[in-house]
């Protein structure tokens, strides 16, 4: 392979009159590339990307090799890089990754380079998504007034990204209001084909993306690959630097059958992510095919893929077919790019139909779509899927018994265990399809048609991913009959699903709070983990849009929809789900008359404009930041602060104390909220004794460039559970060897004074959720030095590469439970860095407080040579930054 020449793949494609080049994959498979087309689809697309980088010797010959070799045995353990066509980025992610290229510049004029060195060279797309909340719902008003409230919270966050837009390179942003990235990605910026000027050429490429959020993989459902990443390594691919990883196993899903009438998108997605978790398809892609794949309109396709992280795989593809073309031109993309689509895709045996080949896969799963019924998720995790006959039976296992009602200051009703106090539509995962937004809308009028109203202790909201929504269910006449049930549009963006859910009414918040209620929130989000909703909700169930409706009428997750009538209609007559569920005639019909090319064109002609608010906001000119040291929303980050230009030897892990122990499954919303700062929590304490008030603390997700705040906020949710203080919830541990009880923030401070190094460990699967690269900053400035699991989910294992913890894994069998720890073990670590070989195991010692000591071996979740050398840099933006030194 060391002869291979890349550069003799190229051939020329025309497309209506104009000529491109390609570097084709049949013409390498001839050049001496056996058998690759018999690659999955998505590994395909990889190995047209290690031919460009092959010519513009970014990569080897034996890396375009390691995809031939995968063939043999369908996995492979070599590595790797890969540089996507741009970059996407919400602005919970985007503006402290905005902040560390600021702080990063800094540290290059302090060590002596060019401060624009550090310049993003691959497009970078920047949605503000995650900053409106649900203050106002229910009323006509209730959008204009949240976003007017975003703003006026917000204003010195997005004037740092006014900055950043003048002072970086390739950096597009999309003001408030527009959306949710992950919709607009698929209805407006995805192209499935690139193309660009290339000496004198117009080069055609597949499309393709790292985002900075854990949902980008919705995009895997229009045909192109992408996926999530935290901040560090979407930092490092818009700088240009190819992303290493090894060559995964790609799982074949071969769908077959249809959906039964009455089953939802929603209802299959909760399925396949039930089905997946079970298959433990972490950190692999995963390709669907089959002839159910022609029974699934692309949005449900998207839904399907935007679960991807839910199930923790890292892709979940459907290939470019008819129906891709069909919605590319729904949603009025160029009818001379639908043209490259197809041609490009048949030319490169990129293109699915009925007599396409089945890929080679790893393994194959199958899934009957017949056979997935109604259902809901929870009370706790996505893949606590059970049928929709099962959810009160789910609540009660988790909850116990509903006990007695308890009275509501000022109201005339009583609350109970199991009521729902939160029904939202919410969610790019189920706003982007508008089969089950039109079933919502038609449900609705139905209700309202039998004179079923929500009950008076639910609060309603709707909250598309992009205002394209709005305009169909306008012009279709149901916003209406959604408005007379109280799921008003409250704006546009993540919302509830992200825990920006808004106050409840104080009376129930109080009445919860003080009979330690365990109320519910239904939502059709894409994820329900403990304290992200809302503090109010203990019980969160994941459901589709029409179900969110229902159960806002019924007002109790004890209700069994499927059995029990929701309400009693204005006839005195009960009224079951059956009796107002929406006719799939009618949602189709309604969706064909409301719902074309014109829609789109006409909304994202304007998308990047933002309201008159937005555009009245002005950053300031300048290469470098000029930080305010007052500000409690924009402070440098200090992780540049002491850096030299070159790295200091990686040191063993000598005497280090645990800080805090957990079991199976913990998130990253348990390790870094993004919702709202509860009272009386660390963060909380310092933002009072700044003297702001706690109406005006916002969320995490706001204060993410501040670094004081996100570490008090670290292992700080309110539901956390630390195995070192049993039945304690919330950020405690036990100190030792003082023994004495602190938050997790006050310990950490004092093993710092003592210059005490320290672990984490944990149970199975450690980390799954968001791509929340402050679940990583935190820990580190926390000052553990390693994490110590069962095994850990993919983003936040590279997260926690990404800033220099090392990622533990037990030997397979042995856990925190077979060693009897307890949390008052010291742990003696070698250092993993000599020499340059990924995944060492370590001999590490652990002495007990009786003086007896314990070897175990622990591998080095350092999967490949590159995440090595980012971890003796002290982490990847480090190695970024010395590497523009040097050159």
């Not at 949240?146 to 740092?160: G, K, Q, S, T, W």
């Not at 499309?207 to 979407?234: A, R």
Request: net charge neutral; with cysteine.
């Amino acid at each position: 392979m060391s002869t291979f020449d890349s550069s003799k793949t190229v051939r020329e494609l025309e497309v209506a009159g104009k000529r491109y080049i390609y570097y084709s994959l049949p013409a390498a498979e001839q050049l001496g590339l056996a058998g690759v087309s018999r690659l999955p689809f998505t590994l395909k697309v990889i190995l047209e990307n290690l031919l460009r980088q092959h010519a513009a010797g970014t990569a080897t010959a034996e890396d375009i090799g390691a995809l031939v070799d995968w063939l043999r045995a369908r996995r492979s353990e070599r590595e790797i890089g890969f540089k996507p066509a741009r970059v996407m980025m919400p602005d919970s992610s985007g503006i402290p990754l905005l902040g560390d290229m600021a702080a990063m510049r800094d540290a290059m004029v302090r060590l002596g380079g060019d401060p624009k060195r550090i310049d993003p060279l691959v497009p970078v797309d920047s949605i503000v998504d995650h900053a409106v909340a649900t203050d106002y719902s229910g009323t006509s008003d209730a959008a204009q007034r949240n976003m007017a409230l975003e703003i006026e919270r917000n204003r010195e966050r997005y004037e740092f990204l006014r900055w950043g837009q003048q002072a970086f390179a390739n950096l597009r942003l999309f003001p408030p209001g527009s959306g949710i990235c992950h919709q607009i990605n698929l209805e407006y910026l995805a192209q499935v084909v690139g193309t660009r000027e290339e000496a004198g050429h117009t080069l055609a490429y597949p499309d393709s993306l790292l985002g900075m959020d854990s949902h980008t993989p919705m995009i895997n459902g229009l045909g192109v690959i992408g996926w999530g990443v935290g901040g560090f390594e979407g930092g490092a691919a818009a700088l240009g630097e190819p992303i290493p990883m090894q060559v995964p196993e790609v799982i074949g899903c071969r769908l077959s059958g249809k959906l039964e009438t009455g089953v939802t998108s929603t209802d299959l997605v909760l399925t396949v992510t039930q089905i997946m978790r079970r298959h433990k398809v972490v950190a692999k892609f995963v390709e669907f095919f089959g002839p159910g794949v022609d029974e699934l309109t692309l949005p449900d396709r998207a839904t399907i893929a935007n679960m991807t992280p839910e199930y923790g795989a890292t892709m979940g593809f459907f290939p470019v077919d008819r129906e891709t073309l069909r919605y590319l031109r729904l949603t009025g993309r160029d009818s001379h790019q639908v043209a490259l689509v197809e041609a490009y895709a048949k030319a490169q045996g990129l293109w699915r139909d009925a007599h396409t080949p089945i890929p080679d896969y790893t393994d194959v799963i199958e899934i009957d779509l017949a056979g997935v019924a109604p259902c809901v998720s929870g009370p706790k995790r996505p893949h606590e899927r059970v049928p929709l006959s099962q959810a009160p039976a789910a609540f009660r296992s988790a909850f116990g018994a509903s006990g007695g009602a308890v009275a509501v200051r000022g109201a005339d009703f009583r609350l109970k265990n199991g009521d729902i106090v939160l029904a939202a539509i919410t969610s790019c995962t189920n706003t982007s399809n508008p089969s089950v937004m039109v079933s919502a809308g038609l449900l609705a009028r139905n209700a309202v048609a039998r004179g079923l109203t929500p009950k008076p202790w639910v609060k309603t909201s709707l909250s598309p991913g992009s205002r394209v929504v709005a305009d169909y269910l306008a012009r279709s006449g149901l916003q209406q009959p959604l408005d007379a049930l109280g799921f008003n549009i409250v704006g546009y963006g993540c919302m509830t699903c992200m825990g920006n859910s808004g106050p409840l009414a104080e009376a129930i918040a109080t009445a919860i709070e003080q009979n330690d209620l365990a109320a519910v929130a239904v939502l059709s989000g894409n994820r329900n983990f403990e304290g992200r909703i809302h503090p109010g909700a203990r019980a969160n169930f994941l459901a589709s849009p029409p179900l969110v409706v229902a159960y806002a009428l019924a007002g109790s997750i004890l209700t069994d929809l499927a059995a029990e009538p929701i309400g009693t209609g204005a006839d005195g007559q009960p009224v079951f789900l059956k009796d107002i569920w929406p006719d799939p005639g009618e949602v189709r019909r309604i969706i064909d008359d409301t719902l074309g090319p014109e829609v789109f064109r006409s909304r994202y002609a304007s998308v990047a404009a933002g309201t008159p608010e937005w555009r009245h906001i002005t950053g300031g000119s300048g290469t470098t930041f000029a930080w305010k040291p007052g500000s409690t929303f924009i402070r440098r980050p200090p992780f540049f602060d002491d850096m030299q230009r070159e790295p200091a030897p990686v040191a063993d892990i000598r005497g280090a104390r645990v800080l805090a122990m957990f079991g199976d499954m913990l998130t990253t919303d348990h390790i870094s909220p993004i919702g709202a700062i509860s009272p009386g929590t660390p963060a909380a304490k310092y933002l009072e004794s700044l003297g702001i008030e706690p109406e005006d603390f916002v969320s995490y997700a706001a204060r993410r460039l501040n670094h004081d705040v996100m570490i008090r906020g670290t292992f700080a949710n309110i539901r956390i559970r630390n195995e070192m203080v049993p039945g304690v919830e919330g950020s405690a541990t036990r100190h030792w060897p003082s023994g004495d009880t602190l938050s997790i923030f006050d310990a950490a401070e004092r093993y710092r004074r003592d210059k005490v190094p320290l672990v984490v460990v944990g149970g199975a699967a450690y980390g799954p959720g968001s791509s929340r690269d402050w679940a990583g900053k935190g820990t580190r400035l926390l000052g553990v030095c390693a994490v110590i699991a069962e095994s850990f989910e993919r983003i936040h294992r590279s997260n926690l590469v990404g800033m220099g913890v090392l990622p533990l894994q037990f030997a397979p069998g042995v856990t925190r439970k077979t060693l009897a720890l307890d949390g008052s073990e010291i742990f003696d670590i070698p250092n993993p860095a000599v020499g340059s070989a990924p995944r060492q195991e370590l001999e590490c010692t652990v002495t007990r407080r009786d003086g007896s000591q314990t070897t175990i071996t622990l591998l080095a979740r350092l999967d490949t040579r590159q995440e090595v050398e980012y971890y003796r840099h002290g982490g990847i933006l480090h190695y970024v930054l010395r590497s523009r030194l040097r050159s």
